[in-house]
C-alpha cells in the first residue's frame, strides 16, 4: 500500500524560506487520478489545505498562501515538495503530504503522511 | 471559499451512546464531503467520503448522511478507540476546506 513520509527541516527562521520534501512509497508518483497534496495544522489544530500538484505537473494553490508558495514533482525520485518563502512566526505548524483520491469525482485524502513539525523562530 | 462549521465543539459522551455531529457548508456542495478521524500525535485517517460511502476498513457504527449544505456524521454505539476529533471536510471546489473540529470526549 502507499505510504507517504515527509521530511525536512523542523526550524525555520523569519523571512526565510520553508522547503518540504514528501516522499511516496509503494506505489509511483505518476500513477494518474490522484493529486499529491500538502495540509497544514496549526497549534490551535484547525486544519488548511495548502495545494496540490497531479502527475501531469498542474497545480492549485489556495489563494491566502498563492504568493508564496511552489509545489513541485520528481517523478524519477517519486517524491513531490513544497516551498514556502517568507515564513512568519504565523506558519507554525504541523505539515502534512497527502495523497487525494478521487474516483468517479467523489475525492478524499488517503493515505495521510505521519507528518512534519515545523516552527518559525529566530 | 466555502466556510465548514462544525456543532458541537466537543461533546462528552459515554461507551455504548450514540453520538451525532453535524457540519454546515456555506455553499452548495452536492455531496462532495467526507469525514475524518484524529487521535493525538497522528494524522487523520477517512472515515466517510462522498457524504456517506464508509471507508473501506472503518468500522459500520459510523455513517455519514447529508447533501447540498447539512451534513451528519453518526457513532452509533460509541467504543473506547473512539475518542478523538472528527473533522469534515468539502471536497467540491477548490480550495479545499475543513471544519473546525468536534472533540469527543469521555464523560
Known amino acids: 500500500q502507499v505510504q507517504l513520509q515527509e521530511s525536512g527541516p523542523g526550524l525555520v527562521k523569519p523571512s526565510q524560506t520553508l522547503s518540504l520534501t514528501c516522499a511516496v512509497s509503494?506505489?509511483?508518483?505518476?500513477?494518474?487520478?490522484?493529486?499529491w497534496s500538502w495540509i497544514r495544522q496549526f497549534p490551535g489544530k484547525g486544519l488548511e489545505w495548502i495545494g496540490n500538484?497531479?502527475?501531469?505537473?498542474?497545480?492549485h494553490y489556495n489563494p491566502s498562501l498563492k504568493s508564496r508558495i511552489s509545489i513541485s514533482i520528481d517523478m524519477s525520485d517519486n517524491h513531490f515538495s513544497l516551498r514556502l518563502t517568507s515564513v512568519t512566526a504565523a506558519d507554525t505548524a504541523v505539515y502534512y503530504c497527502a495523497r487525494e483520491i478521487c474516483p468517479n469525482g467523489v475525492c478524499r485524502f488517503d493515505p495521510w503522511g505521519q507528518g512534519i513539525l515545523v516552527t518559525v523562530s529566530s | 471559499d466555502i466556510q465548514m462549521t462544525q456543532s458541537p465543539s466537543s461533546v462528552s459522551a459515554s461507551v455504548g451512546d450514540r453520538v451525532t455531529i453535524t457540519c454546515r457548508a456555506s455553499?452548495?456542495?452536492?455531496?462532495?464531503l467526507a469525514w475524518y478521524q484524529q487521535k493525538p500525535g497522528k494524522a487523520p485517517k477517512v472515515l466517510i467520503y462522498g457524504a456517506s460511502s464508509l471507508q473501506s476498513g472503518v468500522p459500520s457504527r459510523f455513517s455519514g448522511s447529508g447533501s447540498g449544505t447539512d451534513f451528519t456524521l453518526t457513532i452509533s454505539s460509541l467504543q473506547p478507540e473512539d475518542f478523538a476529533t472528527y473533522y469534515c471536510?468539502?471536497?467540491?471546489?477548490?480550495?479545499?476546506?475543513f471544519g473546525q473540529g468536534t472533540t469527543v470526549e469521555i464523560k
Open positions: 471536510q468539502q471536497a467540491n471546489i477548490f480550495p479545499r476546506t
Open positions: 455553499q452548495y456542495t452536492s455531496t462532495w
Open positions: 509503494g506505489g509511483s508518483i505518476n500513477s494518474g487520478g490522484y493529486y
Open positions: 500538484i497531479y502527475n501531469s505537473g498542474s497545480t
